[in-house]
Each structure stands twice: as structure tokens, then as C-alpha cells.
């Protein structure tokens, strides 16, 4: 009987799983999308931006998460993406 509740627990993390990655690639094609209004309207961008392409030229790198994650309400990873796309 556990033997079984531990296979039905494995396929259900897969599932999951499975989805949070359809979900993430969603949401990437999403941001294309955006990315891609922002430049044809020629908005400006996110005032911050400048002040953590200053920190990563200082290399605080670190810094530049920790600001990002506070000001956009990005989580680690996203953070740390966010910053990756500013480099």
C-alpha cells in the first residue's frame, strides 16, 4: 500500500511538473510579446534599469538582484534573470 501512495505521489510531482514548465514557457512568450510592444511604441524603460546597469558595471551583481527583487517583486530566479537580460 505505500508502495502504491509513493508511485501516485511520483506521478503527481511529475505532472506538476510538467505543467509549471508549460507555464514558464508561456510566460517567456509572454515577455517576447511585451518586449516586443515596448520597442514599437518606443516606451521608456523601467527607470530602474539604469541604476542596476551601474551597479553590474561596479560588479555587485548581487546588489543588482537584491534591488531588482525589492523594486519589481521578482522572486531569486527572476531576479537573477532579470539581471542576466540587462548584462
Known amino acids: 500500500m505505500e ?3 509513493i508511485i501516485i ?3 503527481i510531482i511529475i505532472h506538476l511538473t510538467a505543467k509549471v514548465d508549460k507555464l514558464e514557457g ?4 509572454i515577455q517576447y510579446t ?4 515596448t520597442k514599437q511604441l518606443n516606451l521608456p524603460e523601467n527607470p530602474i534599469n539604469n541604476e542596476l546597469r ?4 561596479e560588479g555587485e551583481e548581487v546588489k ?3 534591488k531588482a527583487r525589492e523594486n519589481l517583486g521578482l522572486s531569486l530566479i527572476e531576479g ?8
Open 3 to 5: 508502495y502504491i501512495l
Open 9 to 11: 505521489a511520483f506521478l
Open 54 to 57: 551601474k551597479l553590474i558595471k
Open 64 to 66: 543588482a538582484v537584491k
Open 26 to 29: 508561456r510566460i517567456k512568450g
Open 80 to 87: 537573477k534573470e532579470y539581471i542576466d537580460r540587462l548584462k
Open 34 to 37: 511585451l518586449d516586443q510592444v
